[in-house]
């Protein structure tokens, strides 16, 4: 298994030398499978979190629309467009340090009709939930949870001080427990280093995460980060290809910030990415499925269907 100071020796490798080999583990440890999901802002707006990233937080002034809870019937619209596109996976996000009790009872008669009435998996994001909570989500069908790491352990607290790194670790672990599956990956671009990156995807490591968005900033007006110089596409891809390095079987997740690319990911998904969210983000527009899906196969990767 490799360890921090070889990835460290790695990032210093031939750029595309580095990206060919971040191809070819991909290609030996995962085959062609590509696995697409897209998500729905179930909540918007209105955060008590800081997070200098995000435009839902309370704390800054953002030109982004707020609402409650969605209700059943919207969310198992968005399921079933998305189904009908040929995407695997989606998942509620919601905005918010975690859901009341009464937002997950409501949210749980959703997730129970989406298991029951489509083949597309019901995933979640709800933020730093209770075990029991957890339990709940998993009964009415839910596979899989995500909660963002977001940055390094060491870097977090420059970037968010309502709550720590730990607190989305200890969520995670909990989540496991309760029998789901779990996603949890970062922001790159927010002014870490390659250091903090690799210290990052070994901490997912550990956690025993397989499912692995990466994030690129997208600087958005009116929070702390609207300055921050964007990532260049090589920066993006030396990053993903190190991600596979560390993670050799996990699904390395382009998610937002991918339509800032000039090649929308392309070139990452020749770098050892192999998984994307689809569609819009939760306060920015995203890629098109049908657009994903051209790119997907010209690539020659097999999108994964669902329930597959």
Known sequence: MINKEELIKLAERPFKKLCEEADRLRFEMCGTEFDLCSIVNGKSG?????????????????????YPLMDEEAICSEAAYNQEKGVARFSVV????????????????????????KKISPCASHGLLTEDQFKKLKEAGVVRY?????????????????????DKREALRRAKKAGLSICSGGIIGMGETMEDRIDLAL????????????????????????????????????????????????????????????DKGRMAFRSGANAAISGDMLTTAGISINHDLEMIEELGYKVVKCND
């Open 146 to 166: 995500h909660n963002n790491l977001e940055a390094s352990e060491r870097f977090f607290s420059k970037i968010c001080t309502t709550h720590t790194q730990k």
């Open 94 to 117: 919601t905005s918010g340090k975690r859901l009341s009790d009464i937002e997950i009872e409501q949210l749980c008669r959703t997730y129970r009709k989406i298991a029951a009435e």
């Open 46 to 66: 209105r955060c008590s979190e800081d997070c200098k990233y995000c435009a839902q937080s309370m704390y800054y002034q953002t030109e982004i629309p707020e």
């Open 203 to 262: 901490e997912l490591r550990d956690l025993g995460v397989n499912s692995v968005p990466l994030n690129i900033l997208n600087p958005i007006p009116g929070t702390p980060l609207a300055a921050q110089k964007p990532l260049s596409n090589e920066e993006v891809c030396r990053t993903v290809a190190l991600f596979r390095f560390a993670l050799p079987k996990a699904s390395i997740r382009l998610a937002g910030g991918r339509g800032l690319l000039p």
